[in-house]
């Protein structure tokens, strides 16, 4: 009788409708949702300047990066150690130089679009790595990213 009560406590609170299942079209909605709610909360960036000790240090204070993303500046990237060994981190700036230059909102914007991809990733990862994948799931790893999501 136990087991019978329980299993109609979890039939009575399991979501009704679209988001009831953990299908493909409602992951996509899920995923959507998210990268909304990051766009909308960060959007006012576009319009803020480059934040000097660290914006000024790798990007605007940085001739080697200034220059036009070829070899040598590849070569850089690989071969300097300002403060840390990271080729990645300037390689990416040096995209953003090429195609932003000064402006610091389309560099923000890039950040942005990192900070939402890695959203859907841990979204990706929360569902394979836990294994939820039944009716009331979805929500809970929407409410785990919402940290990851909100912070800067």
Not at 31 to 60: K, M, W
Not at 76 to 101: E, K, M, N
Request: glycine letters at 6%.
């Amino acid at each position: 009788m136990a087991s019978a009560e329980t299993g109609l406590q979890s039939q009575r609170h399991a979501p009704k409708g679209f988001f009831a299942t953990d299908s493909s079209a409602c992951r996509f909605v899920l995923g959507f949702l998210l990268v909304a709610a990051i766009v909308a909360v960060y959007f006012p960036v576009h319009r803020h300047p480059f934040f000097y000790p660290d914006d000024g240090y790798y990007i605007v204070d940085n001739p080697p990066l200034q220059k036009s993303l070829n070899w040598e500046t590849v070569k850089w990237a690989f071969t300097t150690r300002r403060s840390y060994w990271h080729p990645i981190t300037w390689l990416c700036h040096a995209v953003d130089w090429q195609f932003f230059g000064l402006h610091p909102g389309g560099h923000h914007g890039v950040n942005v679009a990192f900070h939402a991809l890695n959203a859907l990733v841990l979204f990706w990862v929360l569902r394979r790595a836990t294994g939820c994948s039944g009716r009331t799931s979805w929500w809970r790893r929407c409410l785990r990213c919402i940290p990851s999501m909100l912070s800067p």
